[in-house]
Each structure stands twice: as C-alpha cells, then as structure tokens.
C-alpha cells in the first residue's frame, strides 16, 4: 500500500523562523508530489506542484525541494497568516499525507 | 472566475446513501484536461481523496472506498455528482470537491468551501 509519512506531526515555532517539513513516500514518486495549506475553517490551498513549482499567488518564502521518495516543504520566515496545517499529496493515486501542524510557540 | 460550490444534506441515517452535488462555474468539464474530484476530511483528521472524473467521463475512484461510490457528471448543468452508499457514522466529514486541470498544475488548484456531512441516527 502506498503510504506518504509528513513528519513532525507538530512544528512550533515563532515568526520569522525558518520552517521545514517532510514527506516521504513508500515508493519513489519521481516529482508528482504537490504541497497543500489549510487554515482552520477553510479548504486546502495548493502552494507547490511537481515537487517544487510554487502555484499561482503563492509567496516566494514558501519553497518546495526533493525527488523520489523525499521531499521538503521550506518556510523561510514565519509570517503570522503560515500557521496552519499542512499536507502533502501525489498525483498518480491521490494519496495525501497526514499532515503537519505548524503552531505558534 | 472559477468558482465550485458543494451541496448536499447536513445529515443522513446509517445505511442510506448519500449524494453530494458539486456546482462548477468558470471551465468546461468537457474541455480537454479537465477534472473534478471529491475530496473529504473527517473532524480532526487528514485530508482523503474519494473519486475523481474527467473530460473523457473516465472515473477514478478510492481503493478503499471505491465500491461504495459512484461519479457522475450532469454537463448540461455543470454540475459533477457524488454518491456513497450504506453511510456509516465514520463517514462523518466535510466534503470538498476541487478542480484539476492536467495541463496546469496537475494538482487539485481551486477547491469548494465544503459541505459538512454528519452520519447519525
């Protein structure tokens, strides 16, 4: 069974720091891996597709890296509309992963 | 503008089926690339995809769910169709639908409000 695994479950931290997330995948999904933010209340919004392709309005503090079976979602300076949760998701069986919470320290 | 909007009943009984309309406006179901899928999140919990249509009226549906429902479109009313049947309380979630454009993102780029679905008797 495919599986993606988002770790840590839980990321707190403050604004302005740097914050990195992972996902990885049971099996190499070469680049179809997208990054999703959801707010409390709300839908997902995609931030990144193909691994590391920031979506349309998406800030540029918001980066994505990897291929294969590893990847990373990079938040580089905290702003106080990022925390949120976050998964990510691959495109050939629609498989999400279960999800990253980042939390104000 | 792109807009999708789910609706659908706040509650249903264990057992019956449930079926959830998602109203699209913006795009053409029928245009090449295009897709809509269902997407749900129970309270508290991760995201799960459920079923997917597209262009070509090819269906895709959840490994795990897959027998319990059925996709369907109503182009006339640019409108996609979920049903799941023999709901059970576990069942309870929020239903999104969302937009995939294949020569896009490939990925699910806008995405409904939800619609809130609780399974009780």
């Known amino acids: 069974e495919f599986v993606l695994t988002q770790s840590p479950a839980t990321l707190s931290l403050s604004p302005g720091d740097r914050a990195t997330l992972s996902c990885r995948a049971s099996q190499s999904v070469s680049n179809f891996l997208a990054w999703y933010q959801q707010k409390p209340g709300q839908a997902p919004r995609l931030l990144i597709y193909e691994a590391s392709n920031r979506a349309t309005g998406i800030p540029a503090r918001f980066s994505g890296s990897g291929s294969g079976t590893d990847f990373t979602l990079t938040i580089s300076g905290l702003e106080p509309e990022d925390f949120a949760l976050y998964y990510c998701?691959?495109?050939?069986?629609?498989?999400f992963g279960g999800g990253t919470r980042v939390e104000l320290k | 503008q792109i807009t999708l909007r789910e609706s659908g009943p706040a509650l249903v009984r264990p057992t019956q089926t449930l079926t959830l309309t998602c109203t699209f406006s913006g795009f053409r179901l029928s245009t090449s690339g295009m897709c809509v899928s269902w997407i749900r999140q129970p309270p508290g919990k991760p995201l799960e995809w459920l079923a997917l249509?597209?262009?070509?009226?090819?269906?895709y549906y959840s490994t795990s769910l897959g027998s319990r429902l059925t996709i369907s479109t109503d182009t006339s009313k640019n409108q996609v169709v979920l049903t799941m049947a023999n709901m059970d309380p576990v069942d309870t979630a929020t239903y999104y639908c969302?937009?995939?454009?294949?020569?896009?993102?490939?990925?699910?780029?806008?995405w409904g409000q939800g619609t809130t679905v609780t399974v009780s008797s």
């Open positions: 998701q691959h495109r050939t069986n629609w498989v």
């Open positions: 249509i597209d262009w070509d009226d090819d269906k």
């Open positions: 969302a937009r995939r454009t294949v020569a896009g993102t490939g990925f699910f780029d806008i």
